[in-house]
């Protein structure tokens, strides 16, 4: 089961997004919908609404929830909006969770979530959509469905900015142009990476292909970010960080991210093998560091790959404080202020990786660079003792 975040400011066109996909085979599970639902006529919720708002938040014709009137009080009130949703989070999430158990295994669930970046909801998922149109366009939109301007910009700016939603995104979904290009590209969303993800998932298979060598892309720091969240998510909150060649700004790199998770032992990194698999991360077996000092058996570690098609990722599992999990720091940390080092570095790994263009997995690539890697040790030590580095 692939798990998808989807969300927007209002306005933006998500139920446009929910649709379609529902349309191509997802499982969408929509908000808002049981946001009405838990305090329909008759449901404990709206008991408890009225009991905290009094009979005005009710049409006192049919006895249901006047939205319009609740609308009023809350949406110009954090106190109030904070009651009324200790009220119905816990209801719609409870619901929420009955409905993704009875999906299939092999299902595509589409989270229809309003409030997912101001609730912190991203990393529950395996991927979060953003569909995005300008505040003019949403508003237009809005005052056509037949609210007022003064109501739609208060809503509008109740929810989180562009900049918060930018920063859980991992596709964004522009909605500031013609209808069908909209869906175009959710088509192409659901057959290239979609559909796909959610096969890795559920078989357990990582996404491979021969990774190339290309120039630094600043958006990695951003993707390492969002995807350091959700594994640290699926482990616990274990501490979790972004190493590697994409963790050193200005060096180019083979576009994979690569992690490493803490863990206070190799059998700890074992119990939460299946939480990671089941977000995203599938375990490949035993590894053991290439050992650059210190005793051989400390050397060891655990390693797990990411599913996404489209987003290459490394995961180490490594006792926090060993001699792996203190090197990949240091290395890291190394490269980022030594520039003659990165940029020599960087000319090791473009040859190389031309000479291993063919090298499927990048064993032989990763091989032809531990002459360099063995050097680093005793240059790295001076450089670190002679107080040019923290």
Same mark, same amino acid.
Request: charged share 25%; net charge negative.
């Given at each position: 089961?692939?798990?998808?975040?989807?969300?927007?400011?209002?306005?933006?066109?998500?139920?446009?997004?929910?649709?379609?996909? @529902? *349309?191509?085979? /997802?499982?969408?599970?929509? $908000? &808002?919908?049981?946001?009405?639902?838990?305090? !329909? #006529?008759?449901?404990?919720?709206?008991?408890?609404?009225?009991?905290?708002?009094?009979?005005?938040?009710?049409?006192?014709?049919?006895?249901?929830?006047?939205?319009?009137?609740?609308?009023?009080?809350?949406?110009?009130?954090?106190?109030?909006?904070?009651?009324?949703?200790?009220?119905?989070?816990?209801?719609?999430?409870?619901?929420?969770?009955?409905?993704?158990?009875?999906?299939?295994?092999?299902?595509?669930?589409?989270?229809?979530?309003?409030?997912?970046?101001?609730?912190?909801?991203?990393?529950?998922?395996?991927?979060?959509?953003?569909?995005?149109?300008?505040?003019?366009?949403?508003?237009?939109?809005?005052?056509?469905?037949?609210?007022?301007?003064?109501?739609?910009?208060?809503?509008?700016?109740?929810? @989180? *900015?562009?900049? /918060?939603?930018?920063?859980? $995104? &991992?596709?964004?979904?522009?909605?500031?142009? !013609? #209808?069908?290009?909209?869906?175009?590209?959710?088509?192409?969303?659901?057959?290239?990476?979609?559909?796909?993800?959610?096969?890795?998932?559920?078989?357990?298979?990582?996404?491979?292909?021969?990774?190339?060598?290309?120039?630094?892309?600043?958006?990695?720091?951003?993707?390492?970010?969002?995807?350091?969240?959700?594994?640290?998510?699926?482990?616990?909150?274990?501490?979790?960080?972004?190493?590697?060649?994409?963790?050193?700004?200005?060096?180019?790199?083979?576009?994979?991210?690569?992690?490493?998770?803490?863990?206070?032992?190799?059998?700890?990194?074992?119990?939460?093998?299946?939480?990671?698999?089941?977000?995203?991360?599938?375990?490949?077996?035993?590894?053991?560091?290439?050992?650059?000092?210190?005793?051989?058996?400390?050397?060891?570690?655990?390693?797990?790959?990411?599913? &996404?098609?489209?987003?290459?990722?490394?995961?180490?599992?490594?006792?926090?404080?060993?001699?792996?999990?203190?090197?990949?720091?240091?290395?890291?940390?190394?490269?980022?202020?030594?520039?003659?080092?990165?940029?020599?570095?960087?000319?090791?790994?473009?040859?190389?990786?031309?000479?291993?263009?063919?090298?499927?997995?990048?064993?032989?690539?990763?091989?032809?660079?531990?002459?360099?890697?063995?050097?680093?040790?005793?240059?790295?030590?001076?450089?670190?003792?002679?107080?040019?580095?923290?």
């Amino acid at each position: 089961m692939l798990r998808v975040g989807l969300s927007g400011g209002i306005g933006s066109g998500k139920s446009t997004v929910a649709k379609r996909l @529902a *349309d191509l085979g /997802a499982v969408v599970v929509d $908000a &808002d919908r049981l946001a009405r639902e838990v305090v !329909a #006529p008759g449901t404990p919720g709206l008991a408890e609404i009225v009991s905290a708002f009094g009979d005005g938040v009710l049409d006192p014709s049919s006895g249901a929830l006047d939205r319009g009137a609740l609308a009023a009080l809350v949406f110009s009130d954090d106190g109030a909006r904070a009651v009324l949703n200790g009220i119905t989070h816990p209801k719609i999430a409870a619901r929420t969770a009955e409905l993704v158990e009875s999906a299939a295994d092999d299902a595509v669930v589409v989270h229809d979530v309003p409030l997912l970046v101001e609730n912190g909801l991203a990393p529950m998922y395996h991927l979060v959509l953003i569909v995005h149109a300008p505040e003019s366009v949403r508003l237009e939109r809005l005052v056509l469905r037949g609210l007022g301007e003064e109501d739609a910009r208060n809503r509008m700016a109740k929810q @989180a *900015d562009d900049v /918060a939603r930018r920063a859980v $995104a &991992d596709v964004w979904l522009d909605n500031s142009g !013609a #209808p069908d290009q909209l869906l175009a590209r959710v088509d192409e969303l659901w057959a290239e990476r979609l559909t796909p993800y959610e096969a890795n998932v559920r078989l357990r298979r990582y996404a491979g292909g021969p990774p190339k060598v290309v120039p630094y892309d600043p958006t990695w720091p951003a993707q390492a970010e969002r995807i350091g969240r959700r594994i640290a998510f699926a482990a616990g909150q274990r501490r979790v960080e972004h190493i590697g060649s994409t963790a050193v700004p200005g060096l180019a790199a083979k576009d994979v991210l690569d992690f490493q998770l803490g863990v206070s032992s190799l059998e700890e990194a074992d119990e939460l093998a299946e939480a990671l698999a089941a977000a995203g991360f599938p375990a490949l077996g035993v590894g053991h560091d290439t050992v650059k000092y210190g005793d051989p058996a400390d050397w060891g570690k655990r390693l797990h790959a990411g599913t &996404d098609p489209a987003r290459r990722v490394n995961l180490h599992l490594r006792v926090e404080g060993g001699p792996g999990w203190d090197w990949a720091l240091r290395f890291r940390d190394w490269l980022r202020v030594d520039e003659a080092a990165r940029r020599e570095y960087e000319e090791v790994k473009l040859r190389l990786s031309r000479a291993h263009a063919g090298d499927a997995e990048g064993f032989a690539y990763g091989d032809a660079k531990e002459p360099w890697m063995a050097a680093a040790v005793g240059r790295m030590a001076a450089f670190y003792r002679d107080g040019q580095a923290s």
